[in-house]
């Protein structure tokens, strides 16, 4: 097929994602190296938002590529009941690479059903109902998941299923409350969700979840003491913490998981995305000693066909050890260390970037109307005018590909780019920013 006909055929058959289906007009996309992707005419587009914030170690990697054949030739699928290999030997680097607590691991297809999974072991496990999970954050968008998300996509699957509470997470730049210091700040919000427990019923709820670190709705990072405090509000009452790391883990936050920043340890850990960095889908629920034990006696009621694909698992051990022998994770605080700059540069030179957030090569741009009252761009959940697809298309236009999320523009490239590189990619980012002012 050639381009047109490849394009063509997209929007005639398929139906995309999170878009009206009217008018769209995808890059049909030829081949892709590294950082960089190229259409059939031969344009080179970078990568920076890793496509969903997944694709961490870029386009052709070898070492993932050559597992998934070597697999391949053996037998592409064999069903959960069997042991094979590559499950084995996946499931054991998963917690190796967790906390000491953390004894097994149940695999899913991706990160929807990892966290609709994770509830469900909660549930299974302390006998309550009640699930909490936050305004500002998005789990997936099966049933599950989409009761646990709390930003609009969530809207669809209302009115939702009973037991799911909601509670705001501290939003330090958008909430502008007069604390003398992040710890105050924490302990403001911590005490306000005790207290929503202590409401509910603490003997009621399961589990609290919450992605460690808010991804797409803003690169929100908690306030020094906040996740130790929840850890506290849950061990004090028996609800299992629930850290989703679908798109914070596996090095992107310069961490091999972004808990370990604050240090704390989940009773279970939903993930995905970069355990394969999408060669092949893959997620999956890592859970405590406690809960393993507990289901050597209690029956586990969770199951999925592709649970431990052969040929996803043989990708997770190639991506695991390509983490490892390439030093990942010393790129990412090094090539971190240059956004974080650039960023900041952005922000003190721009009066349309209110705030930006930085951690690893996890990164968000918030724009603003006002810098003095911090007024969105655009309203939440109300970008009727398609100002931040205007913004994106201008960025497109300079081969700078990514995403944003309400007023946000997101900042996530591979874990393998270069501080050159990054550079050279955020010069568009700057250009595009100045545009941005003149309308103000």
Known sequence: ?????????????????????????????????????????????????????????????RPIIDAIKEQAEKFCFVGPSYACESRSKLAEMVVDLMPDNIAKVFFTNGGADANENAIKMARMYTGRKKVFSRYRSYHGSTFGAGNLTGE???????????????????????????????????????????????YEGPDTVAAIVMETITGSNGIIIPPEGYLAGVRKICDEFGIMMICDEVMA??????????????????????????????????????????????????????????????????????????????????????????????????????????????????????????KETREPLVPYGGDKLGVMGGIIGKLKAKKFMTYSHENMILVCPPLIITPEQLREEMVKVDEVLAEVDATL
């Open 1 to 61: 097929m050639n381009a047109t006909e490849i394009k063509t055929n997209h929007t005639k058959y398929n139906l995309q994602s999170w878009s009206k289906q009217g008018g769209l007009n995808p890059i049909p996309v030829e081949r892709g190296e590294g950082i960089y992707f190229w259409d059939y005419d031969g344009n080179r587009y970078t990568d920076m938002s890793s496509q969903l914030v997944n694709l961490n170690v870029g386009f052709g990697c």
């Open 152 to 198: 609009p996509r969530r809207y669809p699957l209302e009115p939702g299923i009973p037991g799911f509470v909601k509670f705001f997470d501290p939003y330090m730049y958008r909430d502008n409350l007069p604390f003398a210091s992040e710890k105050e700040y924490s302990e403001y919000y911590v005490n306000k969700l005790r207290e929503q427990v202590i």
């Open 249 to 370: 883990g596996f090095g992107r936050t310069g961490k091999m998981f972004a808990f370990e920043n604050f240090g704390v340890k989940p009773d279970i850990v939903s993930f995905a995305k970069g355990v394969t960095c999408g060669y092949v889908q893959l997620g999956g629920v890592a859970v405590s000693k406690k809960i393993a034990d507990y289901f050597d006696d209690n029956v586990l009621q969770c199951g999925l066909t592709y649970s431990g694909h052969p040929l996803a698992c043989a990708a997770g051990v190639a991506c695991l050890n390509y983490y490892k022998d390439s030093n990942i994770l010393d790129n990412v605080n090094k090539s971190g260390k240059v956004l974080g700059e650039i960023l900041e540069e952005l922000k003190a030179k721009h009066k349309c970037v209110g705030d930006v957030r930085y951690i690893g090569l996890f990164s968000a741009i918030e724009l603003v109307k006002d």
